[in-house]
């Protein structure tokens, strides 16, 4: 199944890419994931703190920016199995997620 969706995803965004009005509006999720880096940076990460508690806290950092978006991503797979074309909703959801257009685009810029 979610190599399927990987596959709907994938040719969805390849062939519209994302949104420039979605992206005034709510941002790109790359964005979302910078600033959740940002702010876990700024929580946990202190120079005057001692190498072991900055490495662990490190390693919670990573287990955060790791998990958290796992959980969603199950639990939205989770939420449209049930629901009719549920398959094609995960699929528009998860091309969120890719970025190779706009990439393409901004690169070619």
Known sequence: M???IAFLSLAVEFALGYPNWLFRAIGHP?????????????RL???ADPDALRRKRGVQALLV???????????????????PM???????LATSLLSQKSLYEHVEA
């Open 65 to 83: 920016i790791v998990l958290v978006p796992a959980a969603i991503g199950l639990g939205v797979q989770i939420l449209f199995w049930f629901v």
């Open 30 to 42: 790359v964005t979302w994931f910078g600033r959740l880096i940002s702010f876990l940076d700024r």
């Open 86 to 92: 549920g398959l094609i909703v995960t699929a528009l």
């Open 2 to 4: 979610s190599v399927l």
């Open 45 to 47: 990460n202190h120079a």
